[in-house]
């Protein structure tokens, strides 16, 4: 039986991460399509031998066993869609679309592909929408689907709550790294090197991750670690000060509201 072929539309970080981590020989050939002369050269020095790296999508011809990851920046969904629209004639040229687009809805990226000349073919196309991250290289991504691995999957019941998937999962590396860097930077100024100061966190937060897997309540794990009059409790009383959760929400509550932002403006 004839192995399926897998395109990846835009080959970003993102993309880039789920493809380290692919089973390769699962595929009968995978094609990088990224129009950027600079990145493609970047690619080609990293790319698995098997695998295509072209600029675009001219020549190609789908069929139903093939997979197609978009994973360029949501404003530039629609003008992908109309390209895979061109190249699709009958049933048998339909692909598997796999989005990784923050807030661009899968009823959005099925309406862009089946235009009137298509939608002959409406319900045969099926759509899936991911919400990944970067850990996704290291095969510890948590990734958000709807309707349809990566690393852990985690099903959401609405296509909505991938705003919330991305405002929490999707973003939330670079708020990880964000806070890293100020550890680092103040292990720094208390006199640390940079090298063992990225070492203590990293491993902290790798700790202290794998151990909230299995913590039933946060906040009576935090007042165990928070002797009083201690150094932690010097610590959380300058976050409730400055109110450091306020913020926090504050933030996620902006990421969500940009995806939702992004969903509707390409409804």
Known sequence: MAKNKLYFIGYGHMAEAIYQRLDKSLFENICLIEKDDDRRISIDKKKHGKTQLLKSLQGIKFCNSDIVILAVKPNQIKSICNEINSLIIEKKDLPIVISIAAGVTTTSIKDYIIQENLSHLQSFLNIYRAMPNLCASNGDSITGLFRSSVSEILWVKKEADLNIVTAISGSGPAYIFYIMEVMINSAQELG??????????????????KMGLSIQNLKKQIS???????????????????????ILNRAIEAAHARSKEISQSNE
């Open 192 to 209: 640390l090197s940079e090298k063992d100061a990225k070492k203590l966190v990293t491993m902290t937060l790798i700790g202290s991750g």
């Open 224 to 246: 165990k670690v928070s002797s009083k009059g201690g150094t932690t409790e010097a610590a959380l009383k300058v976050f409730e000060k400055e109110n450091l959760s306020l």
